[in-house]
């Protein structure tokens, strides 16, 4: 079996984020990390493999310094690594990304895709079912457990307070919450080996059945009205009440209003 799991190197926003002045994130001067449901994602292919056997291979498109969050997959227990690069694909929206990324699976045989459910430098949870769309495959999103059974993936989808069961046929693409498990930490060996292994790494020119009208900042159709590393909130409502019995009426009134109780 042959698992691609797509993984996203993301601003770590603890330490701040920065914009350039056509509102795009400034990648290169911020810290940053493997995305959360990315890494789950890969935990899940991981053990997989595990159980059932399996080549990993994990694929970002970013900037050069990617290769940072390929080498932490690797030393994870991923076998291959991909690096997507170009300055002709920066300043990607979701739909440009997600078109970049199906055109360098085209050249890679597989059986399951994972991503994770969203990234969160964006929040969009688009990239992964556009993927799907792209390759003209069937997708599960928001996988809390994924299980093989012959050539049919059988997944646990979070819903609300419940979870449906659902079952496709290899090949497909699954998207992973951060909270379908507790990925796992590098091994020393692994950091060796990941520090020796050579990393592919893909241009414009490799990307297969892809037009330049549907890559970077250019093929992006969502523009950037404005950015701000800081979300301003209202006042919000502010209430006195007369008595402890007052309040919890208040408090009780508003819960059945949003439906809540």
């Not at 390929?70 to 078109?99: H, K, Q």
């Not at 549907?214 to 006195?240: C, F, H, M, Q």
Request: net charge negative.
């Amino acid at each position: 079996m042959k698992i691609i799991v797509c993984i996203k190197q993301v601003p770590d926003t603890k330490g701040g984020v920065k914009f350039n002045q056509d509102g795009t994130l400034d990648r290169a001067s911020m810290l940053a990390i493997m995305n959360p449901d990315d890494k789950a994602g890969l935990e899940a292919a991981l053990r997989l493999k595990d159980e059932y056997g399996a080549e990993v291979t994990v694929l970002t498109m970013g900037l050069p310094k990617a290769t940072d969050v390929l080498r932490e997959a690797l030393a994870m227990g991923a076998d291959n690594g991909i690096l997507v690069t170009d300055r002709r694909l920066g300043g990607a929206d979701t739909w440009a990304t997600s078109t970049t990324i199906a055109g360098a699976i085209r050249n890679l045989e597989y059986d399951l895709i994972i991503t994770g459910r969203q990234a969160i430098d964006g929040d969009t949870a688009q990239v992964g079912p556009q993927i799907a769309e792209h390759l003209g495959l069937p997708v599960i999103s928001y996988a809390q457990d994924i299980k093989i059974d012959g050539d049919k993936v059988v997944v646990q989808r979070q819903y609300d307070d419940r979870y449906h069961v659902l079952e496709a046929e290899m090949p497909c693409l699954i998207t992973a919450l951060s909270e379908l498990n507790d990925p796992r930490y590098m091994t020393p060996g692994g950091i060796f080996d990941a520090v020796k292994a050579e990393i592919t790494t893909w241009g414009r020119d490799d990307l297969k059945d892809v037009d330049d009208a549907n890559i970077g900042l250019a093929g992006s159709p969502t523009k950037i009205a404005r950015a701000s590393d800081k979300v301003r909130k209202g006042a919000g409502e502010k209430v006195t009440p007369d008595s402890p019995e007052e309040a919890v009426s208040y408090i009780a009134g508003k819960l059945d209003e949003k439906h809540i109780i």
